[in-house]
Every structure is written in C-alpha cells, then in structure tokens.
C-alpha cells in the first residue's frame, strides 16, 4: 500500500505545474469513495468560461417534453452567428440543425452559435437558475455572444486580458473550482422523469470533445466526464468534471487557473499564415486557433 505521501506525489507535480505557468490558480479534488478532499491554490471568483455550458445542458433537456423535441429541426442565418468558439461561424450561409445536433456540437466543440441558440431558447434566467441550483457561488449574467462583445470592448480599449477577466466576475459571469467539481457532479447524477430523455442526455454529457483537456493526462481506463473552459485566448482556463474508473465514478475534480504563460492576449493579423509568416506569427496564430477550440 503506498504511503500518503506517495499518494498525494501527483498532487505535488501539479502544483508545481500551475506554480510555474500560471499567475494564480485554484484545484479542488474530492475522492468519491472517501469522501477526502484536496486543495491547491487559493479559492476566489475567477470567469465561468465555457463551463456553463453544463447548466445550459441541464437546462435544456430538463424542458423537453419528450424525446421526439432532440429531431426539432432549426435554421440558423449567418446574422445569428455567435462569435467564440467552434465550427458555425466558419461558414458563410444558413444552417440547419436538430436540436440532439446542436446539444452535441455546444459539448464537444463548445460552439459559440449552438450555445446562444439553446440558451435563448431555453432562457438566460433559466440558465442561471439551473447553474445557481447545482453550483450555488456560480453566476452567469449573459450569453456568449455578450461575453464576448465585453471582452473585446475592454481588450480594445487599450487595458489587459487581466481586466477584461475581473470585468467577467464583476459583470455576473462567474465560478470557483469547488462550485465547478459540484456542477460537474451534479450535472452527472441528473435523472429526468422519462427515461428516453435521460439516456440522450448522458450521451451528450459524454460526448468526445474535440480538444480535450485534463482527459489527456489519464491512463486508458479512466474517463474524464466534464466540461473544460477558457477565455481571453487561454489566458484563463477551467476544466471540471467526474472521474471514472472503469465506468465507476471515484472523484470529481474543478479548477480555474489565470495567467497562463502560453497564452497569446491579441489576436494575430488577419493576413497570417502559419507556412508563410514569421515565426513570432505562426506562434499567436497557432495560439488564437487553439484558442477558439478552447472557449
């Protein structure tokens, strides 16, 4: 049996991770079947991110009437698209999606026009009320659209990705890791009355993410099932989710990190091309593509 200071060693390596690439940061781990818990960082209100979506989800199929409501088909024009990211707004003519289709494209590529559709659909307040219920000291006050927009408001003006960060908190728009493990948790253990919508929904809870985060650091046999998140071009990043052991769930585990050392905080020039440009280019061009992959 291993000693506890070999059992806590990975926490240690993680620590010195985020101490070295991030300003700040908050990890909180809760073991499932000891009920013991884990924290590094200081807790505080960092931006949401993309780990409202959960509650969006949630939110969502909670007002299906039944499962015919997932083939409700929707046709969305180019003025509807949301900035952010993932793959709509790379288009350039109307769409049309069922509504499984757009549940699944806000999970696994955090769409940024799926998001919005199904957040107006269903209801900001709705949202709120849903997140608030499964993460009480989590708030969100707009839909990505307006997240967005005062990001580049404050971004534009000549301040720091920093500001536009505390600018989230302030406006209503906000999370702690400890309130992200409790929604991704919570978020798992949702049962609905008719059971052809529960089962759709834990398929697109588990939906594969194109750009997953923390799920990568994991051996084969465990399952990271969760929601990551970021903003200001990966200067902040979340991630929260269950993690299972053969199909088992064993933790739940949230963090919220700022300042990362990687991140690029402008947005390269629209002429740029990552076989053509500059090194220093390539670099904020990959950075802004990655970047739009992890909103």
């Not at 049309?96 to 998001?115: E, P």
């Not at 798992?188 to 529960?198: A, N």
Request: with cysteine; proline share 7%.
């Amino acid at each position: 049996m291993r000693s506890p200071a070999e059992q806590l060693a990975p926490l240690e390596s993680i620590r010195r991770l985020l101490s070295t690439h991030t300003t700040k940061y908050h990890l909180y781990l809760r073991d499932l079947r000891t009920g013991a818990e884990h924290e590094l960082g200081r807790e505080e209100p960092y931006p949401i991110c993309s780990c409202f979506k959960l509650a969006v989800l949630a939110a969502v199929f909670k007002r299906m009437r039944g499962a015919a409501d997932l083939e409700e088909e929707v046709m969305i024009p180019p003025e509807r698209f949301s900035p952010g990211g993932g793959v709509v707004n790379y288009l350039n003519s109307s769409v049309t999606f069922t509504i499984r289709q757009l549940t699944r494209m806000m999970m696994a590529f955090s769409d940024g026009t799926a998001t919005d559709l199904l957040v107006n659909r269903t209801g900001l307040a709705a949202v709120n009320d849903e997140l608030r219920s499964m993460a009480p000291s989590s708030s969100v006050t707009m839909d990505l659209r307006g997240m967005v927009e005062r990001f580049r408001a404050i971004t534009g003006s000549g301040r720091s990705v920093g500001d536009a960060g505390r600018d989230q908190v302030e406006a209503g728009c906000y999370s702690t890791a400890r309130d992200l493990a409790a929604l991704a948790l919570r978020s798992s253990e949702l049962v609905f009355p008719d059971p052809e919508i529960t089962s759709p929904y834990h398929e697109t809870l588990r939906t594969p993410q194109y750009a997953p985060r923390t799920s990568y650091f994991f051996k084969r046999d465990y399952t990271f099932v969760g929601k990551t998140g970021s903003f200001g071009f990966g200067y902040f990043m979340n991630d929260c989710g269950v993690i299972e052991h053969e199909s088992r769930p064993i933790a739940v585990l949230g963090y919220t990190t700022q300042g990362w050392r990687l991140a690029r905080t402008r947005p390269p020039p629209r002429t740029c091309k990552p076989r053509t440009a500059p090194a220093a280019s390539r670099t904020a061009w990959s950075s802004r593509r990655l970047a739009r992959w992890f909103p």
